[in-house]
């Protein structure tokens, strides 16, 4: 086969806009039976991402850290997380810190990732990272996709910050854009899609996040209740944070799906006050779908 040259500069353009990192992080969890605690019984680990070990946690949960030991997300990055909640497993995911997105250079492709949980009957999922942080200039995407069997649950949030506020760089990132789907019996309770692109429409639009600046999201979510069920909750959680709700400072709505499952979402002039709200609302609802306290996780470095 002939090859055709190619000339200094096509192939240094080649290699600017290639992706900069590729890796993946899989891991699977399992319930013991014997010792009757969820343990990680498989992962494969391509650097940055990273997992140490799985600890107990006192309700026979396992708790797991995520770890990027780069410190975050390059232009061009491209990762993806894989997990698998077995059949009886119960499952907390936490990140080691916030998510930093740093500035790209410009030649450089978009920062991506792609998350999919799977959770097996009987499974229930703790997925409560800190928040993502866009530095100036970022472009971030991420997909995440979650599969909910029989009897399945899940507690699953995201808080998006609006950059690094005390470098003054509010909403000075190019766009992040974030798509959700919830997929419970094979079928689809939620979708989700945010794309924010401060500098072509503002922000501080009424018709997007207006006065405020932090954005946070919390699907709430077990495969078998029933619909009345799910309506005592929503009225339960409303006045949970009713008192936390301040024109002007935080905001909070609550939605039904229309099956297994409720959505939070969160507006916030300050991050500080989102992450005691979702606390206090996963609490709540824990209590009422397992019978047992939500468990804050414990964080390592």
Not at 13 to 20: G, L
Request: charged letters at 20%; glycine letters at 8%; aromatic letters at 8%.
């Amino acid at each position: 086969m002939a090859s055709v040259a190619q000339n200094p500069r096509e192939i240094a353009s080649e290699v600017c806009v290639s992706p900069r990192l590729q890796a993946s992080l899989t891991l699977d969890f399992a319930r013991d039976e014997f010792a009757r605690h969820t343990v990680l019984v498989a992962s494969r680990q391509e650097p940055p991402l990273k997992v140490v070990r799985a600890f107990a946690v006192q309700d026979g949960a396992a708790l797991a850290h995520l770890h990027n030991v780069s410190g975050g997300l390059l232009g061009g990055d491209r990762l993806a997380l894989h997990v698998n909640v077995g059949a009886g497993a119960s499952v907390q995911l936490t990140t080691t810190g916030a998510t930093r997105i740093y500035r790209p250079r410009r030649e450089a492709l978009p920062t991506s990732q792609s998350n999919e949980f799977t959770v097996q009957q009987g499974a229930l999922l703790e997925y409560v990272p800190d928040a993502i942080i866009p530095f100036a200039g970022a472009r971030f995407s991420q997909a995440t996709t979650i599969h909910l069997a029989q009897d399945a649950g899940l507690f699953w949030w995201e808080i998006l910050a609006p950059g690094r506020e005390a470098r003054s760089e509010t909403f000075a990132y190019d766009w992040v854009e974030m798509k959700t789907d919830v997929i419970a019996l094979d079928q689809p309770i939620a979708s989700e899609r945010v794309r924010i692109e401060p500098r072509k429409r503002s922000a501080y639009s009424f018709g997007r996040l207006g006065p405020y600046r932090t954005w946070a999201t919390f699907c709430i979510a077990r495969v078998g209740p029933s619909a009345a069920g799910w309506l005592a909750l929503e009225h339960e959680l409303r006045e949970k944070v009713l008192p936390r709700t301040k024109h002007g400072e935080i905001l909070w709505g609550i939605s039904a799906l229309p099956a297994h499952g409720l959505m939070v979402r969160c507006v916030a002039l300050h991050g500080r006050h989102v992450l005691p709200g979702l606390q206090a609302l996963w609490q709540t609802a824990k209590r009422r779908l397992y019978g047992r306290d939500a468990v804050p996780p414990r964080k390592v470095n």
